[in-house]
Each structure stands twice: as structure tokens, then as C-alpha cells.
């Protein structure tokens, strides 16, 4: 090791000179931190040596703070950032890596590497470490799936643990469950935030939201889509995340956008793939099982945090005079059921031919089905096309999360719930099969 990089490392990593990583950790929180509900698992995660343990999710969703909170318990520690040159540099070689890093950073220690995107192979690199046997835990981050999920999924098949960290959540925000007067009017105070302003940790404690996510927008085509990306139309980027902010919720028109953008129809779909990989939109493909009636292909678009759906569409305004208040509701209980079921195709919507639609269905388990109906405000009655799924499907439970209050009733072998809003969190956690406990890292 050079005396360059041994400079770069200790002005990185300050307590390789003089100790005090639990200080510097503790440092790097923020005063209001939000225990995430990963916590538990990714703590049990860090403590083995054999196996990297994957963080991806969005920028600036708080992967690098659940990462030093872990750190904050004292283990020794190597921070390395792959967006600096100096460290791309460095992670080239994982045997030469290795043979240096271990004078600086001995057996059961941690390995952060943040932002491992930015290497040229993140998988074979991190893959190379964990073959080396150097008894470290390596822990990565990132917030691009299509380096970390993707090509890491293959590179490291058997020597990873993945977890997903994704904006913060009304579980998380407010834990106690609203069997009282106190908890019900907490978490109907966080839920009309969290619609306004979204859940990314610094807009949601900011006292001007707006230019946080304002500034993350920037970041987002500036420095991701044009920069690392290189998009060739970074205006039209921008205008298409404009165009998903308006039309939550909607099938999915690539031909209308590209006639609307001035661009063609394949780079609308590049594009809306890269809004995908980066995590700001998810796409839910229809649920069919072959009937001719029902749609096969086209997709709808939510967006992974509505307070930046909210700033690309210039409205934080007071919710009882919205008129996309049923958008935002309806992308709301989209991400709450998808941190439950967030693998490809865990989500999914039904629509006929003729119209006949349901927002949401799951399938928590082989031979159980939910269908999912969102409505703004209060709601007594099962819509047509939720009668029309249920008559095709029969499923175990068909759930309206509404702004009323909880009821039961069923309709034929079918459960119908009414869910409130605030009560939504504990009734998806209802969905795991009682003997498999928490979901696990994906």
C-alpha cells in the first residue's frame, strides 16, 4: 500500500489513527433517526463473516445510516466510497485488495463499501473478498439495481444476503397500532404527511420538504440519468418522471409518451426502465390467468415515494382539497404492499377487456389470493369489478382500504375486509404464513 491511499484511508476512516469508530458512527446519524424495521435482521446479517450483506434501494433513502448505526456497536471497520477515483482504483484486484486492506483492517472486522455502483464489476469484485476468506463481513450499498440486483444476483449466487431498504414507512414512523384514541390519531397525523411529503428521511424532517426533494430530483437526472448514465435526452427524462407523476396508477402508454416527449417509443421504454433501476418508479404487470378477457402485457406506474411523485408535480397542498387525492392513496397502499412482496411480480393488478379492474392482488402463499381495492374516503359497498374478480377467483380474502372505519363481510367463500388506512400495516402483516415468521432479505 502506497502512502497516497494509506493517506486517503486514514483521512477517510479517522479512527484507524486514534480509535473512536463508535464516535464517528454516532456522529453520522441524525438527530430524529427512524429505527428502520430491517434493523433486527440486518444486524444478524452483519454478524457473519462468510457472506457479503447487499443494501440496495434508493438514493438518499438511508442505506448508509442503517449501515453506521451498525457500526456505532464498536466492531473494527474499513469505510470505503466507490464514488471516489482514489477507491475505484483500489478495487480493482480483490487478491491484492485483500493482501493490503488486511494491514489496515484485521479478521472479524466490517468492510463498508458504499456506493459500490460505481465500481466497473461491483459482483466480481465483492465476489473476489468474500472467496478470499479474509474474515471480514463485507457489507455494500447502492442505489442502482441494475449493477447491485442484477449482475451481483449472479456473481455472488450463495455468498450474499440482500436487503431492500426503501422509504420510510407508516409502520415505522408510527409503530403502535391505532387500538386507541392517542395511536389512531397519530398515525392518521403521519399518514396525511407521508402522502404530502413522502418518506425519504431528510424531506420528512425538514421544515422545507420541497427543497430536499427538490434538489434530489436534480440529483436524480442530472447526475444519475445524464452523468452515470449518459442519456442523450436528459430534459426528456425529466418530463417523462412528470408524465408517470401525473398519470399514477394509469396503463402504461409508451407510444402516446414518445409522441408527447418528441422521442421514440424504444427510448421511452429505455428510459422507463432506467426509472425502474434506479428506484424511483416500480412497474405492476397485470394478474391473468388466461382468460381472453383479461389484460396480459401492459403495465401501471407508482412511484417508490410520494413525496417525489409530489415535487415533480408542484403540489404539497393541504389533502382535502386534492384533486389526485385517490392517486395518492392508491400509491400508498401500493408501497405498502410492496415492501411485503417486493419481488418481481409480487404485486400485481387485475383488468378485463371491458374495464372491469381491482388495484391490487397478492399472493402471500400458494393457493391464497387477496385482491385489493383503494378508495379515498369511506366506503360500505364492493364495486363491480371487484364482484367480477371475486366471482372468477373466489379468493380467500378481498380487502377495500378505505377511509372509514374496519367491517367484515363476506361474499360467498370469499373474506371482504374494509380496512382503514391506518390500520392498513397490520393487516398486510397478517398476510405472512404464520409458520414462515418475517419475510427474508431478498
Known amino acids: 500500500m502506497d502512502a497516497s491511499l494509506r493517506n486517503h484511508l486514514e483521512f477517510s476512516n479517522p479512527w484507524l489513527l486514534r480509535g473512536g469508530l463508535r464516535e464517528s458512527a454516532l456522529q453520522r446519524l441524525p438527530s430524529g433517526y427512524v429505527p428502520r424495521a430491517l434493523e433486527p ?7 457473519q463473516t462468510r457472506k457479503a450483506v447487499v443494501v440496495i434501494g434508493p438514493r438518499q433513502v438511508g442505506k448508509s445510516t442503517l449501515v ?14 466507490a464514488e471516489e477515483a482514489r477507491v475505484r482504483e483500489w478495487c480493482t484486484s480483490p487478491a491484492t485488495f485483500v493482501g493490503q486492506a488486511k494491514a489496515v483492517l484485521p479478521e472479524g472486522g466490517v468492510l463498508f463499501l458504499e456506493e459500490a455502483q460505481w465500481l466497473s464489476d461491483a459482483g466480481l469484485f465483492v465476489k473476489g473478498v468474500v472467496d478470499a476468506h479474509s474474515g471480514w463481513t463485507v457489507v455494500v450499498t447502492g442505489s442502482s439495481s441494475f ?19 426503501w422509504p420510510l414507512s407508516l409502520k415505522e414512523l408510527a409503530p403502535d397500532a391505532p387500538t386507541n384514541l392517542g395511536h389512531h390519531a397519530r398515525r392518521e397525523k403521519v399518514l396525511d404527511r407521508l402522502l404530502r411529503v413522502g418518506g425519504y428521511p431528510d424531506a420528512w424532517s425538514a421544515e422545507r420538504p420541497q427543497s430536499v426533494l427538490a434538489a434530489l430530483v436534480d440529483a436524480l437526472v442530472i447526475r444519475d440519468a445524464s452523468d452515470r448514465f449518459r442519456i442523450a435526452r436528459p430534459d426528456a427524462f425529466r418530463r417523462l418522471m412528470q408524465l408517470v407523476a401525473g398519470q399514477v396508477g ?7 409518451w414518445a409522441s408527447l416527449l418528441g422521442i421514440s417509443a424504444p427510448t421511452v421504454n429505455e428510459y422507463t426502465s432506467l426509472l425502474e433501476e434506479t428506484h424511483i418508479v416500480r412497474l405492476v404487470r397485470p394478474f391473468a390467468e388466461g382468460r381472453r378477457v383479461e389484460l396480459t402485457s401492459t403495465p401501471k406506474a407508482y412511484f417508490i415515494d410520494l413525496g417525489l411523485r409530489n415535487s415533480l408535480m408542484g403540489g404539497f397542498g393541504p389533502l382535502d382539497v386534492r384533486p389526485d ?3 395518492l392513496h392508491e400509491n400508498h397502499v401500493f408501497l405498502a404492499l410492496h415492501s411485503e412482496f417486493p419481488e418481481p411480480g409480487g404485486v400485481r393488478y387485475w383488468r378485463t377487456r371491458s374495464g372491469a379492474e381491482v388495484d391490487f392482488v397478492v399472493q402471500p402463499e400458494p393457493g391464497r389470493l387477496v385482491g385489493v381495492e383503494v378508495k379515498a374516503g369511506p366506503s360500505r359497498g364492493v364495486s363491480r369489478g371487484a364482484r367480477s374478480f371475486i366471482d372468477a377467483y373466489q379468493p380467500s380474502e378481498f380487502w377495500v382500504v378505505h377511509g372509514g ?9 370469499t373474506r371482504v375486509r374494509f380496512i382503514p388506512y391506518v390500520s392498513l400495516p397490520e393487516a398486510i ?3 405472512r404464513p404464520a409458520d414462515l415468521g418475517p419475510i427474508p432479505p431478498v
Open 41 to 47: 435482521a440486518f444486524h444478524d446479517a452483519v454478524g
Open 250 to 256: 394509469d396503463l402504461v402508454n409508451n407510444s402516446e
Open 147 to 165: 449493477h447491485l440486483a442484477a449482475r451481483t444476483r449472479e456473481s455472488l449466487a450463495g455468498r450474499a444476503l440482500r436487503f431492500q431498504l
Open 68 to 81: 453506521w448505526r451498525e457500526l456505532a456497536a464498536g466492531r473494527p471497520a474499513l469505510y470505503l466510497n
Open 405 to 413: 372505519d374496519a367491517a367484515e363481510s363476506p361474499l360467498g367463500p
Open 325 to 327: 387525492l385517490g392517486k
Open 429 to 431: 402483516e397478517g398476510l
